[in-house]
Nanobody, 112 residues
Framework: VQLQAFGGGLVQPGGSLRLSCAASGSISSINIMAWYRQAPGKQRELVAQVSSGGRTVYADGVKGRFTISRDNAKNTVYLQMNSLKPEDTAVYSC???????WGQGTLVTVSS
């Protein structure tokens, strides 16, 4: 499985960005797609995940601001990020499992 992420960039505090991650290859009908992030000097952390059945999980710090969704027909997961804060600045990576595949990271910078 190959994952390709898009959508990072520079945004002002309070702004919005939408990330997307497309999976290709041997896609299972049962899987989880997730977004993780790693800020400078910090450990990688789960941002949100969505199962092929539509069940979602969010990190406490993004609840109410971020929305994860997926298009199973396109094997693509999206992360809509609203009300962005400087502390959301990080490299965001998508993950597909099982078994366990990672896409390249995309940098999100929230700064005025």
């Amino acid at each position: 499985v190959q994952l390709q992420a898009f959508g990072g960039g520079l945004v002002q505090p309070g702004g919005s960005l939408r990330l997307s991650c497309a999976a290709s290859g041997s896609i299972s009908s049962i899987n989880i797609m997730a977004w993780y992030r790693q800020a400078p000097g910090k450990q990688r952390e789960l941002v949100a995940q969505v199962s092929s059945g539509g069940r979602t999980v969010y990190a406490d710090g993004v609840k109410g601001r971020f929305t994860i969704s997926r298009d199973n027909a396109k094997n693509t997961v999206y992360l809509q990020m609203n009300s962005l804060k400087p502390e959301d600045t990080a490299v965001y990576s998508c993950r597909y499992y099982p078994p366990d595949y990672w896409g390249q990271g995309t940098l999100v910078t929230v700064s005025s």
